[in-house]
Nanobody, 120 residues
C-alpha cells in the first residue's frame, strides 16, 4: 500500500515563506513524477507544480517566480518552497504522485493535504 504524507503547512503572514514536504512510502517500484495541487475554500482543486524523476519541472502561472518544486529520488520525497506568499495562496495543498507498484500499473496517488493559511 502506498501512502503520501504532506507536512510543513501553517499560518504565515503575507510576504512570508513556507516549505512543504511530501513523502511517499510503501511498496513503490518507480515514481514518474510528483506534484502539488491546492484547493482553496469554495474552489476547485488546481495544479501548482510538478517535478519528474529526471528533474524537469513545470509550474502553474500562479506559482512561477515564487514557488520552487524539488525532489529527492532516494527518499521518494518532494518539496515545495513557497516565497512571497499572498492571501490568495491560502488553501489545502495536496501532494500527488504518478507511480508504479509491484502489483499495479502506473496511476495517481494522493495525500490528504496540509493547510496553508496566509493572513496578517
Amino acid at each position: 500500500q502506498v501512502q503520501l504524507v504532506e507536512s510543513g503547512g501553517g499560518l504565515v503572514q503575507p510576504g512570508g515563506s513556507l516549505r512543504l514536504s511530501c513523502a511517499a512510502s510503501g511498496s513503490i517500484s518507480r515514481i514518474n513524477s510528483m506534484a502539488w495541487y491546492r484547493q482553496a475554500p469554495g474552489k476547485e482543486r488546481e495544479w501548482v507544480a510538478r517535478i519528474f524523476s529526471g528533474g524537469n519541472t513545470n509550474y502553474a502561472d500562479s506559482a512561477k517566480g515564487r514557488f520552487t518544486i524539488s525532489g529527492d529520488n532516494a527518499k521518494n520525497t518532494a518539496y515545495l518552497q513557497m516565497n512571497s506568499l499572498k492571501p490568495e495562496d491560502t488553501a489545502i495543498y495536496h501532494c500527488n504522485a504518478y507511480l508504479w507498484t509491484p502489483r499495479s500499473s502506473g496511476r495517481d496517488y494522493w495525500g490528504n493535504g496540509t493547510l496553508v493559511t496566509v493572513s496578517s
